[in-house]
């Protein structure tokens, strides 16, 4: 059971680059999340999908779009990338949109 | 939307010292609770949650109260040791009037907590 699984774990990009980070979960959870760290404001929720087929935005979309493949994986892409863009990046997934929120070990990206 | 305030940003400790961390919340129908333990080069872990309808909850060493009435809930680790050292994130989350969540956690900055031996 490796629960959340986020690919790469480190990438940098040049401005203008595309590319998209993956995130799966093996825990048959129905709702799963993108979030970015950034130093001294916590975590913002970029996007969710609450159950398979349906996606949100969250609190700082701009610049990002997702997909929700499938029960098991929740993708975010970077269709041009920024240096605003540097952070880590977390996936998360819970059962329910009202439970615990289990979290992978992050990608850590950055443009230049 | 929601915002949450936490402080301090920064904790220093002796070992077996207690330790409190302290968050308030700006939405009033915010109902859930989480805090998170972040480990070097992990993603967060949860450790303790509480509901609006309890005021105070306890694992072990850690407990975490709230006070609705002044939007403010607060951790509290007791007799810490050097492995509690971490960052860690109080979050809030509102649900709408037919009391379903949308999971939309609002974070707060983040407190580094160094115990030291």
């Known amino acids: 059971n490796a629960g959340v699984t986020q690919t790469p774990k480190f990438q940098v990009l040049k401005t203008g680059q595309s590319m998209t980070l993956q995130c799966a979960q093996d825990?048959?959870?129905?709702?799963m999340y993108w979030y970015r760290q950034d130093p001294g404001m916590g975590l913002r929720l970029i996007y969710y999908?609450?159950?398979?087929?349906?996606?949100d935005k969250g609190e700082v979309p701009n610049g990002y779009n997702v997909s929700r493949l499938n029960k098991r994986e929740f993708s975010l892409r970077l269709e041009s990338a920024a240096p605003s863009q540097t952070s880590v990046y977390f996936c998360?997934?819970?059962?329910?949109?009202?439970?615990?929120?289990?979290f992978g070990p992050g990608t850590r990206l950055t443009v230049l | 939307g929601e915002n949450v305030e936490q402080h301090p940003s920064t904790l220093s400790v002796q070992e077996g010292d207690s330790a409190v961390i302290k968050c308030t919340y700006s939405?009033?129908?915010?109902?859930?609770f989480p805090w998170y333990k972040q480990e070097l080069g992990k993603g967060p872990q949860l450790i303790i949650d509480?509901?609006?309808?309890?005021g105070e909850k306890k694992d072990q060493r850690i407990a975490v109260t709230l006070n609705k009435t002044a939007k403010h809930f607060s951790l509290h680790i007791t007799e810490t040791q050097p492995e509690d050292s971490a960052v860690y994130f109080c979050?809030?989350?509102?649900?709408?009037?037919?009391?379903?969540?949308?999971?939309?956690?609002?974070f707060g900055q983040g407190t580094i907590l160094t115990v030291h031996p």
């Open positions: 998360a997934s819970s059962h329910r949109a009202y439970n615990e929120q289990f």
């Open positions: 979050a809030a989350s509102p649900f709408n009037a037919g009391g379903t969540s949308y999971g939309k956690l609002t």
């Open positions: 999908s609450a159950s398979e087929g349906t996606t």
């Open positions: 825990m048959n959870h129905n709702s």
């Open positions: 509480i509901r609006s309808n309890v």
């Open positions: 939405d009033s129908a915010s109902n859930y």
